[in-house]
Every structure is written in C-alpha cells, then in structure tokens.
C-alpha cells in the first residue's frame, strides 16, 4: 500500500516547518529528524524532549528535527518525502502504522538515508536498527498484574492501542498468554481507545453500563488508557480498589496513580529508547562515531557492539512503591 497523496494545508505546514529548520540548521552538523507518530500525550512528548537533549544535540554535533504524525501515516510519509527532499542525513522513525511505515522507510532507503527505528516496529527489513522495548512482554506483564490480583477468577475488559501499530498487536499477544494460564476469566470487551485517555473513559463508560457489576479487571495497553478508565469508574460513584487495573508506560499521572494503590503500570524508558536511537543514527552516518547517551552505561545488558546490532532492546522497569518516588522525581 503506498501513500503518496495528502491534504494541500498540511503538505504546506509541514514543509513550511522544515524550510525554517533547514535555513537555521548549523553548518556541518548532522542533519536528523525523529518522525514519530504523534505528540499529543506526555510518552512520546518524554520521547522527544530526551531526543532534543541528546548530548549530541545539545553540542551542535546534530541538528535535529522532531516532526509530529498527528497518529496519520499519510502524515508521516509526507514527512519522509520532505526530509529526502531537504537532504536529511538520518531518520528515526516511530511508525503509526506496522505496515503502511514500511514505504516511507523504502523511500528514504532509495534516496541513500539511513532509518532507524524506535519504540513501535514496521514490517521493513530495510530499517538499519531498531532501539525499543520488548512489548509482547509488557503486555503480558501488565495483564498478568490484573489477573493476579483478581485471583485468576471473574471477567475483565481490554482497552487496545491503535490498531496496526505493532505495540497494539505485539501487547495484545501478550495479554493473551496472560489470560491462557487463567482459563476462568471471561474477556468482556476488547476495543481500541488510540492510546487516549479520554476515548478510554468514553469506552468505560458504556462498557460499565453494559456490564453492570460484572467488570473485575481493566487491562489498558497504555498508562493513558488505564488512567481514563479510573476516570469513568470514579465518575460512575464506584470504588476504584475494587477493580484490578494496569497500564504500560510509567507516565507521571500513572506513577501518582500507583502510589495512590490506583493501577499498576510497567516503566517504558523512553527517553533510553530515543537517544540510543540517535546514537545509532549518527553511527550510521559517522562511522567513526562513539555513543554520548548515558543510556549505554544506565542498561549495560543492552551492549554498544559498535551500533551494528540489528536491535536494541531497553529493558522494563516494573512501578512499584519502592521505586515510585525515584520515578517521580526524574519529572521535576
């Protein structure tokens, strides 16, 4: 499938955008743009301020650009045609779509740009690399939380990423390995809230009217959805401790909300995921590059290996009340 066609205002805006990023740019630097699916929620708003405060930014080694997809991969593959255009030396890609990014991807790939992926996968074997984190794991983490605390008994509800990015599907596996050790729990519903936190409270909503009294369990692929599922249950004049609820993605509402006793959440470092992106990036630009990013010494089971390795994988940090007070306070 490819996309080439997009709206004639949004075409103009985003190759406005990165006209007035290609005249500012710094003479010699390495010219990046991070194109990530969307900027509206605090995960990939984490993504992009740790990207722009890459030590190799920060000294002028790269100029880097952050082009939002507005969750649109007609969107994102304008993108692409625009950095090709404008020259751009690398790409770091978090795709929308596992599909759809894969054109984008062989565009840049023809036009000699080197793309490292990020965060969510695309069908390509075209990428350089791909830094990210190993979310057939995170939802079988996080579903597992849920049903350990319902005891393996009673019924719950699945709030989904969008559909086709590979965090909905590969977290989707996950939660259903999950929920095959607990043979007695009934899913009730399972739909998409495209990772929004007010699309989830909608869903919870009509689902607690629907099933009344027979929800136990939320599992929420995202902290975002998680927590606007909290919301429709707090709103409905129910007890929040009596469900069993988890998100991924440790962002600050989730981490208040697990020291609250709210949910469970799953720490998914995103700002290693950006700059060991960068890092690799650059390598595949400078060869002679050696990575800046603290992340390499933060995760050293996540070995350099000269920025060759097809993938990184940055590990999970569960949220605990041990642990949330440090999270937090990485916020400020």
Known sequence: MTFRKLSTTVSALV?????????????????????????????????????????????????????????????????????????????????????????????????????????????????????????VQAGYMEAKSVLDKMGCKGNVVILEGPIGQSAQIQRGEGNKKALAECPDVKVLEQQTANWSRAEAQSLMENWLTAHDKEINGVIGQNDEMALGAIEAIKSAGLNVSDFAIAGVDGVTDALNAVKEGSMASILQDGAAQAQGAIDVAIKAVKPDYEPMSEIWKQYPQMTWEDGKKTEYNVPWTPVTLENVDALLAKRK
Do not use: C
């Not at 995960?43 to 890459?54: K, V």
């Not at 969107?75 to 690398?90: L, N, P, R």
């Open 15 to 135: 190759i406005g955008l990165s006209l007035a990023t290609a005249a500012s740019a710094k003479d010699g630097a390495i010219k990046i743009g991070a194109a990530v699916y969307g900027l509206n929620a605090e995960f990939m708003q984490l993504w992009a301020d740790a990207a722009e405060n890459h030590p190799a930014v920060k000294s002028g080694l790269v100029d880097l650009t952050v082009f939002d997809g507005r969750y649109d991969a007609l969107v994102q593959q304008d993108q692409f045609e625009t950095m090709i255009t404008q020259g751009y030396d690398a790409i770091v890609f978090v795709p929308i779509d596992i599909d759809a990014g894969a054109t984008a991807v062989e565009l840049a790939h023809e036009a000699g740009i080197p793309v490292v992926g990020s965060n969510t996968m695309v069908n390509s074997k075209l990428l350089t690399s791909y830094v990210g984190s190993d979310d």
